[in-house]
């Protein structure tokens, strides 16, 4: 199985800060990677795919880079409403394996 | 609209069974392969399993951890995907969503559209 490490597992940071969330595949995954954010209470929700294609109606402040076996979220101005838990998803074979999370929070 | 509605989570012992269900309406049912992803209480997520459509012959996959216990499929017919689930163990109880893969980029499958979740859980 491809495991994947998520660091930091959780971050404080005021807003308008830049904020990096970085996911360490086990081995390559060929960027068939995603990243999806988790509001508590709520379901998951993806918000890029394919490392770096933002999906439908996430705003751009979000964005994904990365390739081999390292992959990075950022989030250039971080606002009150991005107080939630990020998580990285491989799909590069089975089975389909999530990183541990990070959880953002808002100084 | 796109909606996935699970339903059929609640309290089981531990060895029972239950069956979940997912109605998905918005889009066209059949088409797309889905999938089943849990998450325990506090806990991270965790793909539970994933059921093919009719031209991949309705194919799955599943978690080592629910394999051989958990069976996905689904009726199209109805526009539902189910989740049996036998053997129940306490490390069960979780929520379990609905996830539907609308979207394939370079062969692999994006989990973009999710339900609500129902809660199962697993005590005597």
């Known amino acids: 199985d491809i495991q994947l490490t998520q660091s930091p597992s959780f971050l404080s940071a005021s807003v308008g800060d830049r904020v990096t969330i970085i996911c360490r595949a086990s081995?390559?995954?060929?960027?068939?990677l995603a990243w999806f954010q988790q509001r508590p209470g709520e379901a998951p929700k993806l918000l890029i795919y394919?490392?770096?294609t933002l999906q439908s109606g996430v705003p751009s402040r979000f964005s994904g880079s990365g390739s081999g076996t390292e992959y990075t979220l950022t989030i250039s101005r971080l606002q009150p409403e991005d107080c939630a838990t990020y998580y990285c998803q491989q799909l590069y074979n089975y089975p389909v394996t999530f990183g541990g999370g990070t959880k953002v929070e808002i100084k | 609209e796109v909606q996935l509605v699970e339903s059929g989570g609640g309290l089981v012992q531990p060895g029972g069974s239950l069956t979940l269900s997912c109605a998905v309406s918005g889009f066209t049912f059949s088409d797309h392969y889905m999938d089943w992803v849990r998450q325990a209480p506090g806990k991270g997520l965790e793909w539970v399993g994933r059921?093919?459509?009719?031209?991949?012959?309705?194919?799955?996959e599943y978690a080592a951890s629910v394999r051989g216990r958990f069976v996905v499929s689904r009726d199209d017919s109805r526009s539902s995907l189910y989740l049996q689930m036998s053997s129940l163990r306490t490390e069960d109880t979780a929520i379990y969503y609905c996830?539907?893969?609308?979207?394939?980029?370079?062969?692999?499958?994006?989990?973009?559209?999710w339900g609500k979740g129902t809660t199962v859980t697993v005590s005597s």
């Open positions: 996830t539907a893969i609308t979207l394939i980029v370079d062969g692999a499958f994006y989990m973009d559209v």
């Open positions: 394919g490392t770096s």
């Open positions: 059921t093919r459509n009719k031209t991949k012959s309705y194919t799955t």
């Open positions: 081995r390559g995954i060929s960027r068939s």
